[in-house]
């Protein structure tokens, strides 16, 4: 959950992130973020909630940047793709953290 408490986020085995309003009864989903290979197995907001890192199977860990964040690019307004991947693992990158 985002520190705000607004957002929750949910990873998967189908490779994708989703981004669900905790402030709707029905909490609707606000985003899917989708660039993962496989599964993804851990998220980590940042601290001011700016941010979200992902680490995946695919040996890869992806910072993305959530609707509302000042960092969203103004060629993806919609932040479905990550602002960057980090690709030195060599095999599955099982935890993310904010130090």
């Known amino acids: 959950m985002s520190h705000d408490g607004r ?3 949910s990873s998967s085995k189908d490779k994708t ?4 309003d905790a402030t709707d009864p029905g ?3 606000v985003k899917q973020l989708i660039g993962h290979n496989e ?3 851990h998220i980590a907001w940042s601290p001011d909630d700016q941010y979200i890192l992902t680490a995946s199977y695919d040996n890869n860990v992806r910072l993305w940047a959530p609707p509302g964040s000042v960092h969203v690019r103004d060629s993806d307004e919609k932040g479905q793709r990550p602002l960057r991947t980090f690709a030195k693992h060599r095999q599955s990158v099982t935890a993310v953290g904010w130090l």
Request: charged share 10%; proline share 0%.
């Open 27 to 29: 909490f609707r989903i």
């Open 7 to 9: 957002t929750i986020a």
């Open 39 to 41: 599964a993804c197995s």
């Open 17 to 20: 992130v989703i981004l669900w």
